[in-house]
């Protein structure tokens, strides 16, 4: 790969990873669209972490996620399974058949109106059939319009997306989407409902030698592979899939690097028991199981708790968000996931992702949280020495593990990202002579500002951070979720009316909390209290009652690594 990147390849497992894995890619679109004149194109970040170049059969060169992509049936709707950019040579196949033949073809899902609009901008279809694309300044990837007067982008409505293909805008390789044919998407019948179904997915012969087949595809073509990135649905069987899919990582790739991220859509409500247990459980083996074979697990939710009783969403003071809706809530995740996957995408000095998860899971404690700043509060004339006194003692960020408030709680180790300030405003622009209000005040970069905060926050913390200049993109489809932002992201008393904010400065950070502690914990007495008997559905999909008094003994002694002691040797 060029300038020896160390490559990462993607694992989507689950409708919702499909939402927040569709927001992510298209915040890693939008940034290689930057144009090569802006003000500032620092380039801190390498996009060959995450994409590879290809060409298609037809000599057009191509720039595509390097992504490996589980659903279930009926969940792609106009999206075909191969992708648009690579012609469909199964199609072309001379038939050998000479008796009379009937064609029987499936009604098209019509596409979103918003994908009309990005294809009409993107390309053309050409007389010989074959969809070409422009090539951007750099040569990599589909190139947007360019015209005297660009189109004004256009955001899908809520109603509008049903599914995560609805408003994904990025090319996909004919190799990324694998179908799971035997569950369906839609309806009550055939869910992927249990942990154990999942497990049993990745042991039929078909499915293990699919996922096996794309793996090395595109670890062969890797120079420097550092690791996988997992996505993957907790709630729902796709807990029991990624648990068996990172067991045969860990098998097939050992020495490199598993960091997953273990998804959970929004709030639930009390009137669906049978979904609340399933939910329990399956979040619970995914959880342990995970983490015996990752390098690092990190929950994401926008929920208040991990458990059987319902905590409402987590509060942004700029973000107003509908938390019942998948599309808000991943893109407000893959916000998060951007910025805190920052160190091991950088192209200056990166943080490997095994070098991560060892800062962060010493003594056992490979299960993390997540937190975020969405925007980060810098109003204009403001330096970050500023914001943060401004922000006080509290805990800076929200927290997004479900996992409760994490006041009162210790930090073991952590690695924060703040991205998206100007250099102007990193250090104190005081006058000479006047008094410093805070030691940060005094400091002469911005890296030693952050590094001085985090120190009075946590004292005894292992602290990794990062400051970039780059902020983390939002256009469109992104959905409009933020107030009193200029386009850049900055406080406005009174932004323009209708300004569509391009790019905000966020805050991230991942954390070795002993709130796990309280919360593995209570997920463990939850269990105690639940009837199997009444719940028989769950154990015939293939857990036994041997398998979850297995999980209670794992799950407590998870929870014991995160108690008070703070020592590196304990």
């Known amino acids: 790969m060029a300038g020896g990147a160390r490559e990462v390849l993607t694992l989507q497992l689950g409708h919702f990873a499909g939402f927040v894995g569709a927001h992510w890619w298209n915040q890693q679109d939008a940034a290689l669209r930057e144009p090569a004149d802006a003000k500032e194109t620092p380039g801190e970040l390498c996009p060959d972490v995450l994409y590879r170049t290809g060409r298609t059969l037809h000599g057009q060169e191509t720039y595509t996620p390097r992504l490996i992509l589980m659903d279930l049936k009926g969940s792609l709707s106009s999206l075909k399974q191969e992708g648009g950019l690579y012609r469909d040579t199964q199609q072309d196949a001379a038939i050998a058949w000479e008796g009379k033949l009937t064609t029987h073809t499936e009604e098209l899902h019509p596409k979103n109106p918003y994908l009309q609009d990005l294809l009409s ?55 990324s989407i694998c179908m799971i044919q035997k569950y369906n998407h839609d309806g009550e019948a055939s869910r992927l409902k249990a942990f154990g179904q999942g497990e049993s997915v990745l042991k039929e012969p078909r499915y293990q030698e699919e996922l096996e087949d794309r793996l090395h595809f595109y670890v062969e073509e890797c120079d420097y592979l550092q690791g996988f990135q997992i996505l993957c649905d907790l709630h729902d069987g796709f807990s029991g899939l990624g648990a068996k899919a990172s067991e045969l990582l860990r098998d097939e790739y050992t020495g490199t690097g598993i960091v997953t991220w273990g998804l959970l859509p929004g709030p639930y409500s009390l009137r669906e028991p049978q979904k609340n247990i399933y939910r329990l459980l399956n979040t619970a083996f995914g959880l342990v199981h995970l983490s015996a074979h990752s390098s690092l697990v990190c929950p994401l939710s926008l929920g208040g708790s991990l458990g059987l009783r319902p905590e409402p969403p987590v509060h942004f003071p700029h973000l107003h968000y509908d938390a019942t809706l998948p599309f808000h809530c ?183 909390s002993s709130s796990l502690d309280r919360t593995l914990g209570d997920l463990a007495k939850e269990l105690t209290k639940v009837d199997l008997r009444r719940w028989a559905s769950f154990m015939e999909a293939g857990v036994e009652q041997g398998d979850l008094e297995e999980l209670l003994h794992e799950l407590r002694s998870l929870a014991q690594c995160y108690q008070g002691r703070d020592s590196l040797t304990d």
């Open 330 to 512: 991943s893109a407000i995740l893959a916000t998060a996931l951007d910025t805190v996957t920052v160190p091991y995408r950088l192209r200056s000095s990166p943080v490997s992702m095994a070098q991560l998860a060892d800062m962060l899971n010493f003594s056992g404690k490979k299960v993390v949280t997540a937190g975020a700043t969405i925007p980060f509060p810098l109003v204009p004339n403001q330096s970050l020495p500023d914001a943060l006194v401004q922000l006080g003692g509290a805990t800076p960020w929200t927290p997004l593990s479900a996992c409760g408030d994490p006041s009162g709680t210790r930090c073991f180790a952590q690695s924060v990202v703040l991205r998206g300030l100007n250099r102007a405003c990193h250090t104190s622009q005081l006058p000479p002579g006047t008094p410093a209000p805070s030691v940060l005040h005094t400091c002469t970069t911005g890296e030693e500002v952050l590094a001085r905060y985090l120190e009075q926050q946590q004292p005894a913390a292992r602290s990794s951070s990062h400051l970039l200049l780059t902020p983390c993109k939002v256009a469109p489809p992104y959905p409009h979720l933020f107030s009193s932002l200029s386009q850049q992201g900055s406080g406005l008393d009174s932004p323009p009316s209708g300004a569509a904010v391009d790019s905000v400065p966020v805050l991230g950070a991942l954390c070795s």
């Open 121 to 175: 901008a993107e390309g053309v279809l050409c007389s010989d059939g074959v969809w070409r694309v422009k090539s951007i300044p750099s040569g990599k990837g589909p190139a947007p319009h360019t015209t005297a007067t660009p189109p004004k982008p256009r955001i899908p409505t809520e109603g509008s997306i049903q599914v995560w293909s609805d408003f994904l805008r990025v090319h996909l390789h004919p190799r």
